[in-house]
């Protein structure tokens, strides 16, 4: 299994229980995502987290995985 599916396997894991916890079972995973996504939002602004900040890191990882060939399959 590569890097990138072992990744994308964990956020399907976390989505399964997100959908469970939060009583959205059997709807499509963008609903789920953008939920959980609001909720780290929220999670940031009560925690004083920059969630921008995040965005802009995650997207450099994103960016070096890509050129590093961790996204291949």
């Not at 709807?27 to 939002?41: I, K």
Request: a negative charge.
């Amino acid at each position: 299994m590569t890097a990138n599916n072992e990744r994308c396997e964990r956020v399907a894991s976390v989505l399964e229980l997100y959908e469970t916890i939060s009583g959205i079972v059997g709807e499509p995973n963008s609903v789920a995502l953008t939920d959980l996504l609001a909720d780290l939002r929220h999670y940031c602004v009560q925690w004083r987290i920059d969630f921008g900040e995040l965005l802009v890191r995650s997207e450099m990882h994103l960016e070096s995985e890509i050129k590093s060939g961790e996204m291949l399959d």
